[in-house]
């Protein structure tokens, strides 16, 4: 299997009506800052390229980035770091996102083909592995059984002030990744790590693709 390009996985999976953040492609610092100031501060940086799989163990992922200042140094940083490893195509500049993380991801097993996989990020997903599963293609009711089957389910409804998230994005957007596990068969695995679910949407701030 190999990585599908990072800009060619987010146009897939907008493809299938996923919500996607602000951003652009740079390959040098005076892009990667004027890309920023287009989209706006804060922004976050996060290397471009086929050969990397896990952006934060290569030292290709600066967050809330604030300045021209900023970008430019964490430009710089992420080339170094990440060319001793791998091809750059260069970063991808994003809108800076918060909320409730969470994970969404499929994969293909030998025995049962597409499986779709949702839990909440963080410790929840690599600790607590509290994740749900179920055949692809679901329905919106599955949807809802998966979302409300974690133990992390109270988070996403609301504590200690926090408002609840929108639910109907996120089964929204669990429907539309079962449904592109289930027809683009050259996809073998899929992440979206993290889904950044709020009161508003859910907006797919890293997608991973292997074909």
Partial sequence: MKKMGDLEACALVKRYGLKLPKQALAGNSKQ????????????????????????????????????DREVEKAFGRIMKSCRKKARVDGVLVQEHLEGQEVIIGSKVDETFG???????????????????????????KEAREMISEIKGYPLLKGVRGRKPVDMKALEDTLVAVSRLASKEKRVKELDINPLFATDRAAVASDVRILV
Wanted: aromatic share 6%; glycine share 10%.
């Fill in 114 to 140: 597409p499986v779709v996989m949702f839990g909440l990020g963080g410790i929840f997903v690599e600790v607590l592995k509290d994740v749900s599963f179920r055949l692809a293609p679901i329905t919106k």
């Fill in 32 to 67: 990667a800052v004027a890309a920023a100031r287009k989209i706006g501060y804060p922004v976050s940086v996060k290397v471009a390229s086929v050969d990397i799989v896990h952006k934060t163990e290569a030292g290709g992922l600066a967050l809330n980035l604030k300045s």
